[in-house]
């Protein structure tokens, strides 16, 4: 098991954040070159690149050892590319780095108590989330569709071919095979050596849900006045989280019990980086590419994701150019719709 955890942290954890370093040199911002930016933006890049190689294939009846060959030597090369930048640029994040700590020192001198007492209780209800997401199995009607559709793509190559609850062949189901999230789910069993239930039970929410909190950190860095709050932040959010579970459909159930689902990644992970993003945008290429990562991620956990993507990033952009008096602020956030325009198109021809 040490070595399929291991496996885990390569793809999912090591491979993403070399891979987000190509967006750190693509924004030029210096505070993005942190843990914290490139684990969330790496993982949505290896989100959005999937679904971009699996949706032709899926249109086209291929076959999934197609899709993870080549996505594995893309995934491999994008995180060489990263890693030399990372080398070339090495005394910019070395800089980067130092701040970071000498922040953290200040904070430590300034508001210790506090600061302590946020991070430390934080990190505990996060233990204590992922204990719990490994060593308990949550039953869930949505299983007999989703993990059905991964074994199938995991042990005979075949997308969307078959039925999930009869396995009779059938005609491609264009509200799932658009949305391929459960293909990835597959790709996470092949590289880790284990079945896809193992994989979607056990191993994504010891990933998914780090991440989410990513986001959170970013988003409480954006909100938070006072950068030494941070910590009460997000452990406001993870209380909010444990403490959620009042029905199947809040927020925190999904995140916590369903986070091997796309529509639970789309809620606790997408929308939470989708909305940092936005906080910080700028009418400047870079965002606009930021945006399309985000929005392809969205697209490849579910088929809602193209439609409620872009209406976000498109009200927003609306409202920043009425308060700005800017118009620029709404084109940037229509070019950062486009390619969820496209994939709803595409699933209006398909359908």
């Not at 891979?19 to 750190?24: G, H, L, R």
């Not at 934080?122 to 007999?144: E, T, W």
Request: aromatic share 14%; hydrophobic share 55%; net charge positive.
């Amino acid at each position: 098991m040490v070595i399929k955890l291991l496996m885990l942290l390569v793809w999912l954890v090591l491979i993403p954040c070399l891979m987000a370093v190509i967006m750190t040199k693509c924004t030029g911002e210096q505070e993005k070159k942190s843990i914290a930016y490139l684990f969330p933006m790496g993982l949505m890049m290896t989100w959005g690149i999937f679904l971009l190689i699996c949706v032709p294939f899926v249109l086209k009846q291929g076959s999934f050892f197609q899709v993870e060959k080549i996505v594995k030597v893309l995934y491999i090369l994008l995180a060489l590319v990263g890693f030399a930048l990372l080398i070339v640029d090495r005394k910019a994040w070395k800089t980067q780095l130092e701040k970071d700590f000498g922040q953290w020192k200040a904070f430590m001198t300034g508001e210790k108590v506090i600061y302590l007492f946020g991070l430390i209780a934080f990190l505990a209800s996060l233990v204590f989330q992922l204990y719990q997401s490994y060593h308990l199995a949550y039953a869930d009607g949505d299983d007999a569709y989703y993990l059905s559709i991964s074994t199938a793509a995991n042990l005979g190559g075949g997308m969307y071919k078959v039925s999930a609850y009869t396995g009779i062949a059938t005609t491609l189901d264009s509200r799932h095979g658009l949305a391929p999230f459960p293909i990835w789910v597959s790709f996470v069993s092949e590289v880790c050596g284990v079945n896809p239930a193992v994989a979607a039970h056990t191993l994504l929410p010891l990933v998914l849900i780090p991440a989410c909190y990513f986001a959170y950190w970013l988003l409480g860095r954006k909100l938070v006045q006072n950068k030494a709050y941070v910590p009460l932040f997000l452990l406001a959010v993870s209380v909010l989280q444990i403490f959620g579970n009042y029905s199947i459909y809040p927020g925190s159930t999904f995140l916590l019990t369903r986070s091997r689902q796309g529509k639970a990644a789309l809620a606790s992970f997408i929308i939470p980086m989708l909305f940092y993003l936005l906080l910080q945008s700028k009418a400047k290429l870079s965002f606009v590419l930021e945006l399309w990562i985000a929005i392809l991620a969205a697209c490849l956990c579910t088929t809602l994701g193209s439609m409620l993507g872009a209406l976000v990033i498109g009200l927003y952009g609306l409202l920043r150019a009425i308060s700005q008096k800017n118009f620029k602020y709404f084109l940037t956030a229509v070019a950062g719709c486009l390619p969820g325009i496209a994939v709803a198109l595409l699933y209006v021809l398909v359908r």
